[in-house]
């Protein structure tokens, strides 16, 4: 059974700041291209960042770009998704995901393999 674990959520004060990570078990995950998305409550879930497989290619949506960056150590199989600046509005459910498809992919669907979410609540 693939399972992707998020760690690293917590409560943190506006222009704070918080790191998640994401290991995947049961497998490598090296050639994926990975991503980040997150989900509010009464919200869809929204693309916040992709990396590819190398970790040379990185994508962000235009509410998260120049606070968030996504990195990946494959030699630790982990992703990882910093979080400066900090927003009440980025407060969410941070889900980490996988795929092998080409190319970056911005739409949840387009994943294969999802973890269990990580709360992020940012207070003002």
């Known amino acids: 059974q693939v399972r992707l674990v998020e760690s690293g959520g917590g409560l943190v004060q506006a222009g704070g700041s918080l790191r998640l990570s994401c290991a995947p078990s049961?497998?490598?995950?090296?050639?994926?291209?990975m991503g980040w998305f997150r989900q509010a409550p009464g919200k869809d879930r929204e693309f916040v960042a992709a990396?590819?497989?190398?970790?040379?290619?990185?994508y962000y949506a235009d509410s998260v770009k120049g606070r968030f960056t996504i990195s990946r150590d494959n030699a630790k199989n982990t992703v990882y998704l910093q979080m400066n600046n900090l927003k009440p509005e980025d407060t969410a459910v941070y889900y980490c995901?996988?795929?092998?498809?080409?190319?970056?992919?911005?739409?949840?669907?387009?994943?294969?393999?999802w973890g269990q979410g990580t709360q992020v609540t940012v207070s003002s």
């Open positions: 990396i590819s497989w190398s970790g040379g290619s990185t």
């Open positions: 995901a996988a795929h092998l498809r080409t190319g970056v992919r911005y739409k949840p669907d387009e994943y294969d393999y």
């Open positions: 049961g497998r490598t995950f090296n050639t994926y291209r």
